[in-house]
């Protein structure tokens, strides 16, 4: 139980086109979901903090236009990164908490993550 | 400081000896710590957590936290190449989220 599905799992794509990425509780309603942003050889650096039905919490130094969060359902998040640029591209992570979740033993549950590639 | 601080490393052991990994933490990050295990272009994957003082074993695996010092280590018994991948310490703040150290390298040597 308590999958999460990342889509796509790599885009490559010319610089100035905007992307989207999916993030869905198949198994379990997620009221919070995080984004995760990780370049080469470092750690995983929260990016943004949703909860289904508000605005997405950004965390600091992380432009909100630039990266569009929608938490429109349970089960369902997007990320969106507008007019991407060759620095944009990483590897981003989804993970979701679930209204049940245990979270002394399983905090979050991860997405498979997408990398993304802007030339 | 860091709010949660490792060595990169790499570690490097041989096949069937002991991996030490360590991890300091700061006050902002409360009292719910984890490991996780990513292998290079995956996501990471949940190995323990330990919330206690002392020391929590599961199977080759036992992680121990010293709240006192603010440290928490994971020891791999009887490493194996397939134990190879960074290491990542995280800890819970007030509000939930996790905050990932910057992971430690362990390459296992056959």
């Known amino acids: 139980g308590a999958v999460v599905s990342q889509h796509p799992s790599w885009v490559i794509c010319k610089s100035g086109t905007s992307v989207k990425i999916e993030c869905r509780s198949l198994?379990?309603?997620?009221?919070?979901m995080f984004w995760y942003r990780q370049f080469p050889k470092q750690s995983l650096m929260l990016m943004a903090t949703?909860?289904?039905?508000?605005?997405?919490?950004?965390e600091q130094g992380v432009e909100k236009d630039k990266f569009l969060i929608n938490h429109a359902s349970l089960t369902l998040s997007t990320l969106t990164v507008t007019s991407a640029h060759p620095e944009d591209s990483s590897f981003y992570i989804c993970s979701a908490d679930g209204l049940f979740s245990d979270y002394s033993n399983q905090p979050q549950h991860f997405g498979d993550g997408t990398r993304l590639s802007i030339l | 400081q860091k709010e949660v601080e490792q060595n990169s490393g790499p570690l490097s052991v041989p096949e069937g000896a002991i991996a030490s990994l360590n991890c300091t933490y700061s006050?902002?990050?409360?009292?719910?710590f984890f490991w996780y295990r990513q292998y290079s272009g995956k996501s990471p994957e949940l190995i323990m957590s330990?919330?206690?003082?002392g020391d929590k074993e599961d199977g080759r695996f036992t992680a121990q936290l010293n709240k006192a010092s603010q440290y928490v280590s994971l020891l791999i018994r009887d490493s194996q190449p397939s134990d190879s991948a960074t290491y990542l310490c995280?800890?819970?703040?007030?509000?939930?989220?996790?905050?990932f150290g910057s992971g430690t390298r362990l390459l296992v040597r056959p």
């Open positions: 330990i919330y206690s003082n």
């Open positions: 949703s909860n289904e039905g508000s605005k997405a919490t950004y």
């Open positions: 995280a800890g819970g703040d007030s509000s939930y989220k996790l905050i």
């Open positions: 006050d902002r990050v409360s009292q719910s």
């Open positions: 198994d379990f309603q997620a009221t919070t």
